[in-house]
């Protein structure tokens, strides 16, 4: 298995520095044309080739993709470091960092709390959110194109996982009109009964919402009301990341800012 898989990724190389033949690609991964065909289908079919009309094989736009995105995860992670170190000094609470990649939304980077040296929270760095039953995944899912937002959850069982998870389309659509409006999001042990959580949305240089940025707790450390109180704090720390991201907000945008606090 290993073996085939370098040769895979010795293919893709290959396929960068000059247009393949069929004949060439099952030499690369020595196995036979038959063979390195179901391979290159596939591999086409995630564009990591792109057969030619000469019918070669060249690469394809999949990792540039790939590459773009994970490029674009170090630089928010980066310029997003200093002010969420900040958040977590001034709160006291742990910090997450979550960015949309793919079909997935990730958790790019974490700020624990020494609150939490007894008891760990499950999230971790490079681990997938649960999209419905989040914070962050509702942030990002809120502000999403409607078009790009059903794809995602076209990808999502709304699998309920607490008495609070919003485990249906209806009820789903109905708070992401509520996240939108207010500019914020909870959740109120929707994944694990006991976490509770505030994400705020980050905006690149589009205006695009593609991270969001929120703060955690075990409900015996804070409860859901006691995290709203720190959301000015939370708001203005993802406008600041926004920001160094190049965001601008337009001069029509309320100078209040969105409501804070109160409960859903």
């Known amino acids: 298995m290993a073996q085939s898989i370098r040769r895979a990724i010795d293919l893709i190389r290959r396929s960068a520095e000059r247009p393949l033949s069929l004949t ?6 020595g196995v036979h044309k038959s ?3 179901r391979i290159l289908r596939t591999l086409e079919a995630e564009r990591f080739v792109r057969r030619t009309g000469a019918g070669t094989y060249v690469l394809g736009s999949g990792l540039i993709e790939l590459s773009e995105l994970a490029l674009g995860a170090m630089d928010l992670r980066q310029l997003a470091a200093a002010p969420l170190r900040a958040l977590q000094r001034e709160t006291g609470h742990t910090v997450h960092l979550a960015q949309l990649t793919g079909n997935e939304i990730i958790y790019i980077d974490k700020v624990d709390s020494p609150a939490f040296d007894a008891v760990k929270l499950p999230s971790r760095v490079g681990r997938a959110v649960s999209i419905h039953a989040s914070a962050v995944g509702k942030t990002i899912l809120a502000y999403l194109p409607p078009e790009e937002r059903e794809r995602l959850l076209s990808h999502v069982v709304l699998e309920r996982f607490t008495a609070t998870t919003v485990a249906d ?3 789903l659509d109905a708070e992401l ?6 500019g914020w999001a ?3 042990g929707e994944h694990d009964a006991y976490v509770m959580c505030v994400a705020a949305p980050i905006r690149d240089s ?4 593609t ?8 409900e015996v450390i804070a409860s859901l009301d006691q995290l709203k109180s720190n ?5 203005d720390t993802a406008n600041r990341i926004s920001s160094e991201l190049g965001h601008t907000p337009p001069s029509t945008e309320n100078p209040d800012g969105p409501r804070r606090g109160g409960r859903d």
């Open 24 to 29: 060439e690609a099952a030499d690369v991964l």
């Open 35 to 37: 063979t390195a065909l």
């Open 169 to 171: 389309h209806d009820s």
């Open 177 to 182: 009109a509520r996240v939108r409006e207010r």
């Open 186 to 188: 909870a959740d109120n």
């Open 206 to 209: 589009r205006g695009q919402v």
């Open 211 to 218: 991270a969001a940025a929120s703060l955690t707790a075990i």
């Open 231 to 235: 959301l000015p704090l939370l708001l």
